[in-house]
C-alpha cells in the first residue's frame, strides 16, 4: 500500500498527526479536527487501491483537506437550511406516519376521479379557475357562458369533489 511495508499506517499517524491535526484545527476549528483526523486515517485503511502511494504524507493531507472542505460545506448547509429559532423548539413535528399517508393519497386519487367525472363544462370551470388561477369573470368570458352559470359550474364541481373525499 506504501512506498515501503515498513512504513505502517500506524507509524504514519505516529509521524504525521500533529502537523494534520494543525492542518484540520486550522480549517474546522479544534473541536471537529480530531473526528477529521481519525476519519483521515480510516479512509486510509479502507483504501482498496492496491497500487503504492509515493507520496504519503502528501496522500494524507489530501485527504484530510477533502475531508476538511466537505465537513465546511456540510455545516454551511445545515446552518443555511436547518435553523432552530427559539419559536420553533417546542413545536410538534409534522411528520407524517404511513397510516396519514396512505389517506392522504387514497384522498387525492378521489379527487383526481370526481374531477375526471365532472361533466365537460364543470371540469373546464374548475380547472381554469383553481389550476391556471382565472377568476370566474374572465372564465365566462372565455367560455362564452354568463357569471352566474361559471358560479354555477364552480358549485356543481365543487360539491362533487368534496362528495368524494368525504
Not at 479512509?43 to 502511494?53: C, F, G, L, N, T
Request: hydrophobic share 40%; net charge positive; glycine share 4%.
Amino acid at each position: 500500500m506504501f512506498k515501503t511495508k515498513r512504513q505502517s499506517i500506524g507509524e504514519l499517524f505516529e509521524q504525521h498527526q500533529d502537523e494534520l491535526l494543525g492542518l484540520l484545527s486550522n480549517r474546522v476549528g479544534s473541536a471537529a479536527a480530531s473526528d477529521l483526523l481519525q476519519e483521515t486515517f480510516a479512509r486510509v485503511i479502507r483504501r482498496d487501491d492496491e497500487k503504492p502511494i509515493a507520496a504519503p504524507l502528501f496522500f494524507l493531507r489530501k485527504v484530510a483537506a477533502n475531508l476538511a472542505r466537505d465537513y465546511s460545506r456540510r455545516r454551511a448547509f445545515e446552518a443555511a437550511w436547518l435553523s432552530f429559532g427559539g419559536d420553533g423548539l417546542d413545536a410538534p413535528t409534522q411528520v407524517e406516519t404511513p397510516l396519514e399517508r396512505l389517506e392522504r393519497e387514497e384522498r387525492a386519487r378521489l379527487f383526481r376521479h370526481a374531477v375526471a367525472g365532472l361533466p365537460p363544462r364543470c371540469r373546464e370551470v374548475f380547472i381554469l379557475c383553481f389550476h391556471k388561477k382565472k377568476a370566474l369573470p374572465e372564465i365566462a368570458r372565455q367560455l362564452g357562458i354568463s357569471d352566474s352559470m361559471a358560479r354555477r359550474h364552480l358549485r356543481v364541481a365543487l360539491k362533487r369533489c368534496h362528495e368524494a373525499i368525504k
